[in-house]
């Protein structure tokens, strides 16, 4: 019989690492939330059973527990791989602590390599980005100016000319000016404040799919996997349709030179729970994929695309994934990219509410 978890467990029941506390006879008596998530396993299916049931054959965790109550001190033993008696592998770092309850003696924290590499690797997106963004604010500001000047410019020897024929040069830096102003005004738009509301991921997905449709009808299929049951989550509409449609517009125009066969673009949404973005945990998230079957991404740049003026297509700008990285952020979001010929996938998680977002809407 499973016994109620004792008041002076309760501290542990919203910790953010797996917990689990042994009795004397290395038996679990208490396993915390984040382990029933990390391990996929309940506490009422574990507690009662030995350690060394839990998570057979490993010496390594069994070493670190012998060698922490024979101390009477923390012992930590760090990235080694796991199993449950489920056969389900982790990589993880473990620290044994002795401790002094009526119920338990022991207490194993466990933290999952593979989170904390993922963290590691979203603080070091969120600092690029932010960087990112500076060098594109400094640069779209410096270049504007000069440019106004050279259209002005333009427009001036236009008027001067003595024959009609030669305007079609002026013709041809103005025009160019004009698009340079139109790139510097993409370069600044991330840093307008977002519009958030209430907001339908489908809703964005299903706009997505429209402009794609009207921009090449008969080239490309787009399959929708959507899970209905998903909630609304608080953002920027129209930021949320340009971050998804400059994604799914790089699939097609990269589909489209290679003259992929059978060109396929998959827009997939999942609830995923106990989500840990830059630090910070939340209980709901939504997962957004949007999967293509083109030739995949340069192995030489997939760790780059984010960067601005990065760019896999020829006289692409290179700026459609940083913005599109900029507004995720926006919404305290994250995106992934794994690419592979044949299969590209980019992953988005947005967290459907934050307590920071939750005040703009009020303020709005």
């Known amino acids: 019989m499973v016994q109620s ?16 506390l042994l009795d004397s006879n290395r038996n679990v008596v208490y396993v915390n939330p984040a382990a029933e998530i990390i391990f996929a396993f309940s506490a009422t299916q574990v507690t009662g059973m030995s350690i060394a049931e839990v998570f057979p054959d490993c010496e390594i965790l069994m070493f670190a527990i012998n ?16 199993s449950t008696n489920k056969h389900a592998s982790f990589a993880v770092t473990c620290t044994a602590t002795p401790i002094d309850t009526p119920n338990a003696c022991l207490i194993l924290e466990f933290q999952q390599m593979d989170a904390q590499l993922r963290i590691a690797r979203e603080e070091r997106m969120l600092i690029q980005q932010q960087a990112n963004a500076e060098l594109l604010r400094n640069l779209a500001h410096e270049i504007r100016n000069p440019l106004g000047g050279l259209r002005g410019a333009a427009q001036l020897l236009e008027h001067e000319l003595p024959s009609p024929s030669l305007r ?4 041809v830096i103005i025009k160019e000016a004009d698009r340079l102003q139109s790139l510097m005004d993409r370069l600044l738009i991330p840093h307008r404040a977002p519009k958030y509301a209430p907001t339908n991921i489908h809703e964005v997905l299903e706009r997505v799919r429209s402009l794609l449709l009207a921009e090449s009808p008969k080239s490309i299929l787009i399959q929708r996997d959507y899970d209905l ?14 971050a998804v449609l400059n994604i799914a517009r790089n699939a097609v125009q990269a589909m489209q030179a290679r003259n992929t066969k059978n060109s396929k673009i998959t827009f997939r949404t999942r609830a995923e729970r106990q989500v840990t973005l830059v630090r910070k945990r939340y209980r709901v998230a939504i997962k957004l994929e949007i999967i293509d079957n083109g030739p995949g991404i340069p192995a030489e740049i997939l760790d ?18 940083t913005l599109a990285q900029t507004f995720v952020t926006q919404h305290h979001g994250m995106i992934e990219c794994e690419s592979s010929p044949g299969n590209t996938c980019f992953t988005i998680l947005l967290p459907i509410e934050t307590s920071a977002i939750k005040s703009a809407v009020i303020k709005q």
């Open 67 to 82: 060698n922490a109550i024979a101390q009477q001190s923390p012992f930590r033993e760090h990235e080694f791989t796991i």
């Open 5 to 20: 978890t004792p008041n002076y467990f309760s501290g542990l029941e919203h910790l953010a690492t797996a917990i689990i």
């Open 304 to 321: 780059r695309i984010f960067y601005p003026l990065v760019s896999g297509t020829e006289g692409g700008t290179g700026l459609g994934l």
């Open 168 to 171: 079609e040069y002026t013709q």
């Open 229 to 242: 049951s998903l909630p609304e989550l608080i953002g920027d509409r129209e930021k949320l349709i340009q």
